[in-house]
């Protein structure tokens, strides 16, 4: 079960840095030789309680896109191919010229998506800094071509009839909020400081992509830092609450199956829509810790209302230095006032031009 | 026999002895100073007394800390729905030790509590006053962290139960180093920014806030809360709120989501709505 989860993840992995790549091994191995040797020195350690540890800060950056690219058709690049195209990306992602606007367009379309340079959106965020640059974040490294682990394609299965159905319907309803500066309704949710990414599923942000897991003897706590939203996760076996209760994050249960902590999430509001789903997503995610250093996460999605069959993908988290800092992002929210403000007084510059009077 | 007092003098000398007596075995009994004798949680896996549950106040602190009678709201078409109710006041010595200027400051937020009160706007709610919202909290303890999880806001505390750090950097739910004290967890908070009040009545205090916490299991069913808070541009002196927070005993009691960002959202932008065109 660990070797194939295993597969293709290169453990032991520290700060990520262009010039180590120089030094990954070649030759035809299908795993680095120190990865095997952390593995047979390393022992799973356990809470007071006896459960797996899997405490501690991870982050789930990453350089591999969710769905496989167009053009591949194989599971796993070698390590060359794969220490070449993180090298590239590297590289790419420090010219702010070349800086693509979030995360989800490089995430969605791989490697080379860059937006048109002096677009807005080439200019939302200088990746080449610190804090944004992936390049100097931990990450575990992988040699998969796609997040996506099955169906053996590498991408998210067609739309179900109710899928279909469900987007055509949304996408009137765009229509009818307007354009995006219209209202603080019809921005994103990310925008809105409602909820980024906590999911779950626990999908890569375009910055601190960062966890906090801390267990109790009959809870699991899975913090993100992105935008503070801590999920409790009670491990007592104690049924789901009513489906009359719909949330953003869903409700979990959990339990352990072996050394690996299974969570299965229903009672979506289905607001969030992740890739198309709506209220009856049920998402089932298995955490196992393979090294000191990593955090194997796998979901599946099921979701017959929305995909023609369950999908499922798998991201290693690699261990980061704490702590999480508090994401008061509603707080501060400027962005979105401001923004709005602006597009007023456009507006209104506008239809004073346009009545051929004068503005102050 | 005693001469030139009376019998019920000598009674009442006795008596006196006597209780005297019996206060200093009592005295030499009990343990520490300022602690009657205590009940004693069950034990966590590594040891320390278990305070892991899902939590609430249950009084009308929220409202203001300080005694108050009930009061109509702010808002007529609310009616009944939204008067205060009355509270007996959480605060030890009833009254804030307010700077004379913090006075009239604190009149000040309470005139102005319907657009200045963080509540109305869903930001986070600070420290203690996440504590005792009407909303319950769920504690989930581990050795390195004592986590502190809120239903108002989905709001936050991390509590380093080792590694004690001064805040990197101000915050709404400020910085939080715990350590136990026998069989209880002291929380010593800093690193605000100064833009949270204690209640909805305009209590407040600056960013220098420093707060001390005291969490004693008293029972299976509820904790004894201490708070102390020392903030020497506002109030005159160290002070100190206290409350029972009560164990939610709710069949599978859990945290829900309370993400009021959304029910904000016309109150702090629907003036910046396009109108529709004609």
Same mark, same amino acid.
């Given at each position: 079960m660990h070797r194939r989860l295993a597969s293709g993840i290169l453990t032991g992995a520290a700060v990520f840095a262009a010039a180590a790549l120089a030094t990954a091994p070649v030759g035809g191995?299908? %795993?680095? %030789?120190e990865a095997r040797e952390v593995r047979k020195t390393w022992t799973l350690p356990r809470t007071p309680d006896g459960h797996p540890d899997l405490q501690g800060f991870w982050t789930n950056a990453t350089f591999t896109p969710l769905e496989r690219p167009n053009g591949i058709t194989r599971e796993f690049y070698s390590p060359e191919e794969a220490a070449d195209i993180q090298r590239r990306e590297a590289a790419r992602l420090g010219q702010q010229a070349d800086a693509p606007s979030t995360a989800g367009q490089w995430l969605a379309n791989g490697p080379g998506a860059a937006p048109k340079p002096g677009t807005e959106a080439d200019v939302?965020?200088?990746?080449?800094?610190f804090g944004l640059d992936r390049s100097q974040s931990p990450i575990a490294r992988t040699l998969r071509t796609s997040l996506i682990v099955d169906p053996p394609d590498g991408r998210i299965p067609p739309l179900s009839a109710g899928g279909r159905q469900r987007a055509a319907a949304r996408a009137e309803a765009r229509k009818e909020l307007g354009g995006r500066w219209d209202s603080a309704q019809s921005n994103e949710l990310d925008d809105r400081c409602?909820?980024? /990414?906590? @999911?779950?599923?626990l999908m890569p942000q375009g910055y601190n992509s960062n966890y906090q897991i801390v267990q109790g003897r009959d809870h699991v706590m899975v913090l993100a830092e992105m935008l503070h939203d801590a999920r409790v996760i009670p491990l007592d076996g104690r049924p789901q609450v009513s489906k009359n209760i719909r949330q953003w994050m869903g409700s979990s249960r959990g339990r352990w199956e072996g050394d690996t902590l299974v969570v299965e999430t229903t009672?979506?509001? /289905?607001?969030? @829509?992740? %890739?198309?789903? @709506?209220?009856n997503l049920r998402v089932i995610e298995r955490f196992t810790r393979i090294a000191d250093d990593t955090l194997v996460y796998r979901f599946t999605l099921d979701d017959p209302t929305t995909w023609t069959r369950p999908w499922t993908a798998e991201i290693a988290m690699a261990k980061t230095i704490g702590p999480l800092f508090e994401f008061a992002c509603h707080e501060g929210n400027y962005g979105l006032l401001n923004t709005l403000r602006g597009a007023r007084a456009e507006d209104k510059k506008r239809a004073d031009e346009g009545a051929g009077r004068e503005t102050k | 026999m005693t001469r030139g007092r009376t019998v019920a003098q000598v009674f009442r000398a006795s008596a006196r002895v006597a209780a005297t007596t019996v206060l200093g075995l009592l005295l030499a009994a009990a343990p520490t100073a300022g602690q009657a004798p205590t009940y004693k949680a069950p034990r966590t896996g590594d040891g320390k007394p278990n305070l892991n549950g899902v939590w609430q106040a249950l009084n009308e602190a929220n409202w203001n800390v300080e005694g108050h009678s009930a009061a109509p709201g702010p808002l007529v078409a609310l009616g009944a729905l939204g008067a205060v109710p009355p509270g007996l006041g959480v605060v030890e010595g009833g009254q804030i030790p307010y700077q004379p200027w913090a006075v009239a400051k604190r009149l000040e937020n309470f005139a102005e509590r319907m657009t200045a009160d963080p509540e109305v706007k869903c930001y986070l709610p600070g420290v203690p006053r996440a504590n005792y919202m009407g909303h319950p909290f769920q504690i989930i303890q581990s050795q390195k962290h004592v986590m502190m999880l809120y239903q108002y806001a989905g709001a936050v505390r991390t509590v380093y139960m080792d590694d004690h750090k001064e805040a990197p950097a101000d915050s709404w739910m400020g910085w939080s180093n715990g350590r136990w004290e026998g069989e209880t967890l002291v929380v010593e908070t800093a690193g605000f920014?100064?833009?949270?009040?204690?209640?909805?009545?305009?209590?407040f205090h600056s960013e220098s806030l420093q707060v001390v916490e005291r969490y004693t299991?008293?029972?299976?069913?509820h904790l004894t809360y201490e708070v102390t808070l020392t903030d020497p541009k506002v109030f005159t002196r160290p002070w100190t709120m206290s409350m029972p927070l009560y164990r939610r005993m709710d069949r599978q009691a859990q945290i829900l989501e309370f993400r009021c960002v959304e029910f904000v959202e016309e109150l702090l932008y629907g003036h910046l709505r396009k109108p529709p065109s004609r």
């Open positions: 191995q299908s %795993r680095p %030789r939302h965020y200088d990746f080449s800094q409602i909820i980024m /990414g906590a @999911g779950p599923p009672n979506f509001n /289905g607001k969030v @829509g992740y %890739r198309g789903s @709506g209220e | 920014n100064g833009q949270t009040w204690f209640d909805r009545s305009g209590n299991a008293s029972s299976p069913f």
